[in-house]
């Protein structure tokens, strides 16, 4: 099991708001605040990528770049240049367009394309939580090398739409997501405090796979220890220093994440699903479950359905 493919699928992530900006001169763009996570791409030329409790970005060609805190951005030429606000520059704007500041017909000096992504409201901390304000992934990195073809398509199809480019644009604005997210790992290592960085470590990246791929067990820190060739005291010291949480809590809180995707996408009752992920009753369950999530397991599925 893959718990970073595990997570993606249970925050039923949805991309929406894709565009293309072409730029020329000097030129800025503020963005109000957003929902959940959006990603960009400079295809061509530059531009800086500001947001608060991140130093500004210079991004050139074939760097991307992911915000994940929700908070207003801007993008420019130069971070002295006064910003335009972007409700003025994408007025009428159409999914599929592109927008153009400057350019007076003239070719761009900077291509930039954004996408948007929603997330399952009540699961979207677990990734939320532990992405920092802004991830920086510049061409030049050997992890970027991937991410270069999906670019290269993205800058065709943007430029060029033609038949199905709005589901071309999508797939690959998703793989260029999963694509940073690796790079991110990568470039953290072991050195983070939660469960993403953590996946780079051996043993505690083995615990977290076999936790996400039996959920329903009944762990004992122990056995996992032992799965991860660990002694027990050190494996939960690592854990803990790691994750960010002692393993049996991660364990419980991933649990309920799960029981919520069955209630998203199937007919299970409360009381099977409490019986299978270890609680006693579905009163036990319906507590825990309002606990992580911060609402009732029935109030969930009824939202989670909602057209």
């Not at 929902?35 to 061509?44: C, M, N, S, T």
């Not at 199809?157 to 260029?176: C, D, K, Q, W």
């Not at 032992?226 to 364990?251: N, W």
Request: proline share 6%; aromatic share 8%.
């Amino acid at each position: 099991m893959d718990p970073l493919n595990d997570v993606l699928a249970l925050l039923d992530m949805r991309s929406a708001n894709f565009a293309r900006l072409e730029a020329a001169g000097a030129w800025a763009i503020s963005f109000a605040g957003y929902q959940h996570i959006k990603l960009g791409a400079v295809l061509e030329g530059e531009c800086w990528v500001e947001t608060e409790g991140a130093p500004p970005i210079r991004a050139v060609a074939g760097d991307c770049y992911l915000l994940g805190n929700g908070r207003p951005y801007r993008l420019s030429s130069d971070p002295t240049v006064p910003a335009q606000p972007s409700s003025e520059v994408f007025m009428g704007f159409i999914e599929g367009d592109s927008v153009s500041v400057g350019t007076s017909g003239s070719p761009p000096d900077g291509v930039v394309v954004g996408c948007g992504f929603h997330l399952d409201t009540a699961n979207a901390a677990v990734l939320l939580d532990v992405l920092p304000p802004l991830v920086h992934v510049p061409a030049d990195t050997g992890e970027a090398g991937a991410i270069r073809s999906a670019l290269d398509m993205l800058r065709q199809e943007t430029a060029n739409p033609g038949i199905g480019s709005a589901l071309i644009v999508e797939r690959l604005a998703h793989i260029v997501l999963v694509q940073v997210l690796r790079s991110y790992v990568a470039a953290q290592g072991s050195s983070g405090r939660a469960w993403l960085t953590a996946l780079a470590d051996p043993a505690v990246g083995t615990a977290l796979s076999l936790i996400h791929e039996y959920p329903a067990h009944l762990w004992t820190v122990a056995e996992l220890a032992a799965k991860s060739g660990m002694s027990r005291s050190h494996f939960a010291a690592r854990f803990s220093e790691l994750v960010g949480t002692p393993p049996l809590e991660y364990l419980a809180n991933w649990r309920i994440r799960s029981a919520a995707r069955e209630l998203r996408t199937g007919n299970r009752t409360l009381a099977s699903l409490a019986t299978q992920y270890g609680y006693r009753s579905e009163s036990a369950f319906s507590h825990a479950f309002k606990r992580v999530t911060g609402v009732a397991p029935g109030r969930y599925r009824k939202q989670a359905r909602l057209p």
